[in-house]
């Protein structure tokens, strides 16, 4: 298991030793804004407090818009009893789902992205032109290289910013949020526009009725923005992946019987070899819900034990919406009252990527999340991979 890490600023400060080391956590420190180590197992025992030397930094950063969109076609409980055995309360019971959207006909994720994209901008006030970096999250990009740039060409930004793809299913989005982070204090980028957009209808078998019924297709995006030190809206994140968990949560490229040309790790066998293709996603219900129940709560006490805050701190309890059980069993542990719960499941199934941005853009539209408050925030999934970040919004 890993911890991730990245750069951040160090400034020149005379009489300061300093020693770079990995980090997930921002601290406040005699009046700056520090960094300071943390990596530790999941299940270690080690306080955030014992870190090593922390190091200053001169840059923060915040979220200054947000916008989301989903495609036009729906389909509900009821419609997909239709073609498996199964019905509108046996999936709403044990999901918490009741309907979700899904790609058709002449529709793309990378249009779905833009569009989620712009209405970001547009809540930020920014043209495309102020972007200086696009983060595309998904697993489920619509080129094999990655979906990024052409997201770049749909807003038409003429300054050509750098833009690439983070693939981390269901984690993608904060995952992102943190690299933007990392990209604004350490490589002095103004404007991030972090999209977390994926299509897994593409990659459903539509006769198992363990897994149709749990996903839909969306597009979120929010705009990261540099900012001094005193208005810095990360506050502390907590990051972890653990390989073995991949038997419980994959899409492995499928073997063809037909021509034989694939080893079962993915490796050739004869020459030259046939076309491949990615298997439809396999998943252990049962055993995704014990990891995540186990590990989320405790990613976000690491990550507010590491910002200096309480529990009682968060205003809102934002999680990847997979499972209603999975949100409440979180919430629970966590001593937050369902009223302090964004929770859009029912509508919309997991929307791995996108599913925290969605959620936060609807909050926010409708007036429930409003400018300062602070919201835990965490995503976990394929990989296995999971992270929790702390931030206030605005």
Request: charged content about 20%.
């Amino acid at each position: 298991m890993a911890n991730a890490s990245g750069l951040f600023y160090t400034p020149s400060v005379p009489n300061f030793t300093v020693r770079v080391r990995p980090f997930s956590s921002i601290h406040r420190f005699q009046g700056f804004k520090v960094f300071c180590s943390g990596a530790q197992n999941y299940a270690s025992t080690v306080s955030p407090s014992q870190s090593p030397t922390p190091r200053l930094v001169s840059k923060g950063c915040k979220l200054v818009g947000c916008g989301s969109a989903v495609p036009a076609l729906q389909i509900s409980n009821d419609d997909l009893s239709k073609i498996v055995d199964t019905n509108d309360e046996w999936i709403s019971v044990r999901t918490g789902i009741r309907k979700r959207r899904v790609l058709s006909g002449g529709d793309s994720l990378t249009t779905l992205a833009a569009e989620a994209a712009k209405k970001a901008l547009e809540m930020a006030k920014l043209d495309p032109d102020d972007i200086d970096l696009i983060l595309m999250c998904t697993s489920t990009p619509e080129d094999l290289f990655g979906s990024a740039p052409q997201i770049q060409k749909q807003l038409g930004c003429t300054k050509i910013p750098l833009s690439y793809d983070i693939t981390a299913a269901c984690s993608g989005f904060v995952l992102g949020l943190i690299s933007a982070a990392c990209h604004v204090r350490g490589g002095g980028f103004r404007n991030v526009l972090v999209i977390g957009a994926d299509a897994l209808s593409r990659y459903v078998d539509w006769t198992d009725r363990g897994t149709c019924i749990l996903f839909g297709d969306a597009a979120g995006a929010v705009v990261v923005q540099a900012c001094n030190s005193e208005e810095d809206g990360l506050f502390g994140f907590d990051v972890h992946s653990d390989g073995s968990g991949l038997r419980h949560l994959n899409a492995g490229i499928k073997e063809n019987e037909s021509n034989n040309a694939l080893d079962s790790n993915g490796s050739v066998r004869s020459f030259p070899p046939k076309q491949s293709s990615y298997s439809c996603i396999q998943m252990n219900g049962k055993e995704v819900f014990r990891f995540a129940v186990r590990c989320v709560p405790q990613s976000i006490e690491n990550a507010l034990e590491k910002a200096g805050l309480p529990a009682s701190s968060i205003d809102w309890l934002l999680l990847h919406q997979a499972n209603q059980r999975i949100i409440d069993a979180v919430a629970t542990r966590l001593e937050v009252p369902s009223e302090r719960v964004i929770s859009n499941l029912a509508n919309y199934g997991n929307t791995s990527a996108a599913s925290i941005p969605l959620a936060l853009d609807e909050a926010v539209r409708s007036g429930k999340v409003k400018a300062g408050q602070t919201i835990a925030a965490a995503g976990f999934g394929a990989g296995l991979t999971w992270g929790s970040a702390i931030l206030r919004w605005g």
